[in-house]
């Protein structure tokens, strides 16, 4: 209680109130709930709740997929932690960091909780350093992108080293059919929760849609973080050669600008998280690797550069805006070849505004659909028809307009006719059918 005083907590959130009463009985559970909906803390509370600072060893295993999400949980936990007397020790297992002194470490004493990814984690059970057969909980958080990222493997081999009377926890955005068979492997009749988002992101976001076409790319993302002025503003691209090139030309333009991808070192990438949560940098160039799960305080401006293949990845880039009821802006620049991707964005409910730079401010501008939005007379016309219509634009004749008219009226009326005698004699072999 007093963890949550401190970190300004009022109220659960939907997820928080469903499960963690359903944890505290210590039931297996499989929590599929969007980020940013507060599933750390679902975990954390009831476990960490349980805990026996009393004795060495270890008694709670969270894997992660990625050293940046684990880092993240581990803040969280050790932020619980300090209230605890006597004192929970928490150990964040990744790689990138000095393996010989944590083992060293684990040689003197076992950490009561352990977080971590997944291939470092199983290094240390393989060198016979950390002792898990002890723990009581093992969640695996953002299970769908440890299966993305080829990690489940290695969390297969953690569970295989852990007791069999074990609560296991799963979170995870999506649950894929890839996913199945593992959960059916070590979970028995675990509470199935799905919290289904009221939205599919905070309404609190503005998304706008810019085109491309004709445009110098990269200058336009310099002229939106110049023009836009935001706090803080991510750029996702969709690979790390894309995320390399935006980053390079906005240095050049001297902005200065932090990129985040797979090919940064782990020490590397953990300095420049922590230079952008310091604020040492106005403006991000990342690949989705950044986009799941990684809270970085005050994104007052996400824009994709590209529009992500994946709609899931749509929603957790733009996720970063827009968070604990602030406002956010989101713009997706996009090519007419995006076209079919956008619509699919659309049907989640989004609705863009088309937005494009004019003598150097953001303006409304056209909808990509105005032309088939365009409301089209209930009865279509035939080719000759047509063909009057299309004179009609040019300079026409006294009269020539209700020629048109009458043309058009005489068309719907014969096909009124022909529909209404074909309605006939569909009724009538209906009803000879019936009566044989």
Known sequence: MKALEDKGFKAPTEVQEKLIPVIKKGKNVIGQ????????????????????????????????????????IYGEASQIAQFSSPEIRVTNFVGGTDKQRQLNKLGNQQPHIVIGTPGRILDMINEQALKVHTAFAFVVDEADMTLDMGFLEEVDHIAGRLPDKLQMLVFSATIPEKLKPFLKKYMENPVVEHIKPKTVISDTIDNWLISTKGKDKNRLIYQLLTVGHPYLAIVFANTKQRVDEIADYLKKQGLKTAKIHGDITPRERKRVMRQVQNLEFQYVVATDLAARGI?????????????????????????????????????????????????????????????????????????????????????????????LVKKKKKKIKPGYKKKIDRAISASNKQKRKVDRRQQTRTARKAKKNSNQ
């Open 33 to 72: 709930s969007q980020t940013g909906s507060g599933k750390t803390h679902t975990f954390l509370l009831p476990l960490m709740d349980k805990v026996d600072a009393a004795r060495d060893e270890v008694q709670i295993v969270i894997t992660a997929p990625s050293r940046e999400l684990a880092g993240q």
């Open 295 to 387: 809270d970085i305080e005050g994104v007052s401006h996400v824009i994709n550069a590209e529009v992500p293949s994946e709609l899931d990845f749509f929603i957790h880039r733009v996720g970063r805006t827009g968070r604990n009821g602030l406002d956010g802006t989101a713009i997706t620049l996009y090519d007419p070849s995006d076209d079919l991707l956008i619509a699919q964005v659309e049907k989640l409910g989004i609705k863009f505004y088309p937005k494009e730079i004019k003598d150097g401010e953001i303006v409304d501008t056209y909808d990509r659909n105005r032309r088939t939005k365009r409301v089209k007379s209930k009865d279509e016309l035939d080719p000759t028809l047509i063909g």
